[in-house]
């Protein structure tokens, strides 16, 4: 009798299981539920529909030929022998080997039977508990449903949108409203810092800095006490608690948690706060049941430590395995594994791109490594070249081995960082890299795409040096910290930068910033003042380090802006 | 005493190695030799400023804050104690430890004397014997000199150019000057075909259609016979053993050999066909002589055998390396090492970039490995995306392990490409990638920079299957042999391409190619006669290989054509 296969979930993860069992293994019986009307959607998508760069909803339900993906597709074409939408999944029973669905429409209760149980139930959206959550046009962004919601309230007229959260799809919904629709928006949030777990406050503030000129509203630590409603019972007003934001339409987007409780109730071991639990196999504590996708809890390589991140891709790649593993293995090297993530990820902004992969510095403190983070500016392309753009990347690096174990991004030029990023995660996945590995990486090298002494590798040199002592460096924000204390904190501020005539910033600050070229820093080191605290800056932080060594070789200290002017403009810091 | 260092040689390796040292021990004493009027200078950039998208030669010598890298500049903003240009090295003198110099315009010899030496006098021209070789306007393009040359030749009215050979830097030139100055160039080549050692046929096709797009002719399997003098002594055409090509202006570019014989009458060791041979620290057969740059013989990491890789990006990387190590080493980890290189390349050209890592398929095979090269086209961002470009990637995979020992690819946006050659190059450098991890290799993703199942894993997944066998497949190049020879071949050509009406190409071939699109394959696979040799096409390779695991289930056998009909354009194919 031929193997019988439930799989419950067929957005992303279920359904590449169920195809890919079905072509290794066309033997299989396989039912594939799910209990929304749309399957197989590319739910990363949905900013991008929104916005109306992608201008029909189908084609985030469609393959590259263009057919659109739904039952029919997947029992005609794919030869998947039952598929079942509007079907809810409301018990698991492990001695029978049996689910309890039930229709949504109907109500009608069934028994599957399986053999082996995929889970791809994925994850749902965070809800805070706020008074006039159930007004009109206040949704979350959790599925095709509300994607088209949002989208035609753009068409319609749609005033002011206040997005509650700030993760990757919420600001990718406020970039598309505000370059496209012209749709004033803002985003609310708790914490400090953009993406706290993924960058610096260094980059944190690039990103503000890119939302900020896209005409976008950051509200940062504040909380949400309630949403206002109009007369027809649609929400109009937002109020925090230090300000109150017109908004006619909100986007809870605080976040997904994998909806692991169906996995709980059967009994399957799950991490409270993370998900299912699977060994490399992608099974669970039942090895006749697999998961994967949102649902997981998946080891992060780094930290070796379980954690829940929820991506598409994971879901995609953990799903072919799946789908391997429940047709009997790959035929000629048997069962597949996928032994965790690193956690990379990538977004595209207004001006700029922000990627990263590993950990920042805060998640690498918080899992016990005693780390410095560097930042560094340099250009992604050759400088003589005409096409360039400024690099900003950052490496965390634990200090007693110099291992690395993140590193985060940000360029006009989303594919250069990209590029950057994804070297790193390769040789984070696959290694325990050094600084001296990132120094000798041998990243492809030409004119228009790279330079010589690449950005990647010159960000391992960088760190190289900061972490072996050569020179002191402070962060953007702390020599923002400085100039904002001049008047008490004895610092003086040395502009390196090559330049004849006083630069505009040393007429308005006579007494505190001056300009020193490298080319003749040696002989004037003698007119800077013994008494006075020194710190340097020049463009990219690389001509302020000669200096810093020259200043060293004289006996002298100062400390030098890593990133210089760049990554002030970059963070919208005007001085 | 200061330790003293003499350096020969002084664009790329030379002045790294000079200035790092310097920066982290101030107290040695550093001499500076180089035989040519310029010293660090972007050899790289030279393609560039000959098309004038780098306007001004000096560019190509500047720091990217504008400062060019001039003897004095290296004296007083580096503190290199001396610089000397015009000065060529005649003799080493391991012995005594000096090096016997030449002033090339005084002819004034002079010892100088070293404690450590570093060699760095990279690689000359390989020129042919040809009869014609000294007319005018026969130059290579080995410095700045022969770029300044061509430049003027080119604002002064050049008519046609012929460039022998087809390195990086011949076709870069080319295209410069067909896409900037409209000038007819023809490429003229042993080989059958464009970088033989690097890519595969098909990727080679494609480098010959963009060249071809962009008015480039390119004569392959031909000798040079004459280079033929207009009544000036200007060259006026090259004959080849077939043609007779009309050029005012010769290129010889036909790659370069390392400038090893100094080292070898000093009895250092060499490999008479890849340079000076060296150990991990970067030192030759004498400790106290380092070698690096297009100088050296370096080991291959994957063959692990020595060659010869000229590229500025290793110059500039092994230049760090030797000047940490003349410095004593860094202080925190001491002397730093160079393992090796895996081959890590990119070139962009008229319509698309080319990239690659480690071995192609030829060169895995005269290394010993039974391989299959497998190429692939897949979109290089999500498929929804408006905005996206299909990537060809082509993965080397040994047969019996799985194990990966190369990728190339060709993509309109270079970028993409480059990230995913990249990726692979850290997966080579630093580990032995099989094809699974490959399949779950952790990318970043967002659709407007990849796909969920990004085109990298997808090329694992591809060679996956078909290196398990569940799908035999052909090559581009195959299948128009198969379609050309179709009148005696007995194979019919099923195309399951989404279409309702006829295709055109039908219409030309009713007897030979037949429609039958993936969704109605299943209930129409008995109307495929059974007497025929059967070949798949599709639009990227996809579709085709899901009918054919439908055929196989009936029992049936076809080939599917890899990379579809996306391949046959990008090779300038037109069925």
């Keep these: 009798m031929a193997k019988k296969i439930l799989i419950i979930g067929a957005v992303a993860l279920g359904t590449k299981a169920a195809t890919r069992c079905k072509r290794l293994n066309p033997d299989t019986e396989i039912t594939l539920i799910d209990q929304g009307q749309f399957i197989s959607y590319g739910g990363c998508g949905m900013p991008f529909y929104i916005s109306s760069e992608v201008d029909n909803i189908n084609a985030l339900r469609a393959t590259s030929a263009n057919v659109v993906r739904d039952p029919k597709f997947f029992t005609t074409v794919k030869e998947i022998d039952c598929v079942k939408i509007r079907t809810k999944a409301i018990e698991i029973n492990r001695q029978e080997k049996y689910v309890l669905t039930e229709n ?316 950057r990023i994804d070297s790193m995660a390769m040789m984070l996945q696959f290694g325990k890299p050094t600084l001296h590995e990132l120094s000798i990486a041998e990243v492809s090298y030409s004119p228009p795409l790279a330079s010589a002494m690449d950005v990647f590798n010159t960000a391992g040199n960088v760190a190289d040096n900061i972490v072996t002592g050569l020179g002191e460096f402070i962060k953007p924000e702390e020599f923002d910290k400085l100039f904002a204390e001049r008047e008490t904190n004895n610092y003086i501020f040395i502009d390196t930068r090559a330049g004849q005539a006083p630069l505009e910033i040393q007429k308005r600050y006579p007494d505190y910033w001056f300009n020193i070229p490298l080319e003749t820093f040696s002989e004037r080191i003698d007119t800077i003042p013994q008494d006075k605290n020194i710190a340097f800056i020049c463009n990219s932080g690389t001509r302020a380090y000669e200096c810093l060594l020259k200043f060293k070789k004289h006996g002298r200290h100062a400390v030098n802006s890593s990133g210089g002017m760049q990554a002030m403009k970059k963070r919208g810091k005007k001085y």
Tied chains: 1, 2.
């Design 104 to 419: 949504m429409d109907t109500g009608e209760k069934e028994k599957l039977f399986y053999d082996d149980l995929v889970l791809g139930m994925g994850s749902r959206a965070i809800l805070p508990n706020i008074k006039g959550m159930n007004l009109g046009n206040v949704t979350t962004i959790a599925g095709l449903e509300d994607a088209e919601k949002i989208r035609k309230h753009c068409e319609s007229g749609m005033k002011h949108m206040a997005i509650i959260g700030a993760s990757f799809t919420a600001i990718e919904i406020a970039v598309g409203l505000a370059e496209i629709w012209n749709i004033p928006c803002t985003l609310i949030k708790r914490s400090p810092r953009m993406l706290p777990n993924l960058v610096s406050s260094t980059i944190s503030d690039m990103i503000k800095n890119d939302l900020r000129e896209a005409g976008i509203k950051v509200i940062s630590e504040e909380d949400i006490l309630e949403f206002v409603g109009d007369e027809n019972g649609n929400v109009c007003e937002v109020v925090t608690s230090k300000h109150r934001v017109k908004a006619d339409h909100v986007v809870l987007a605080m976040g997904v948690k994998a909806n692991s409780e169906l996995a709980e109730q059967a009994g399957l071991k799950c991490n409270p706060k993370c998900g299912v639990c699977v060994n490399e196999y992608l099974q669970t504590s039942d090895p006749h049941i697999y998961a994967g996708g949102d649902l997981i809890a998946i080891k992060n390589l780094i930290t070796e430590k379980e954690m829940h991140l929820p991506m598409g891709s994971l879901a995609n790649r953990q799903g072919r395995i799946i789908g391997t593993n429940i047709a009997g293995g790959n035929p000629q090297t048997g069962m597949e594994t996928f032994p965790g993530v690193v956690g990379t990820w990538c977004m595209k902004m207004h001006k700029g791109t922000v990627a990263g992969t590993g950990l920042n510095e805060d998640m690498a403190k918080k899992a016990g490594f005693d780390v410095m983070s560097i930042n560094m500016e340099q250009l992604d392309k050759a400088h003589f070249y005409p096409e360039k753009n400024m690099m900003s990347l950052e490496v965390v690096v634990e200090k007693k081995t110099r291992r690395i174990l993140g590193m985060q991004g940000y360029c006009a030029d989303g594919m250069a960082v990209k590029a």
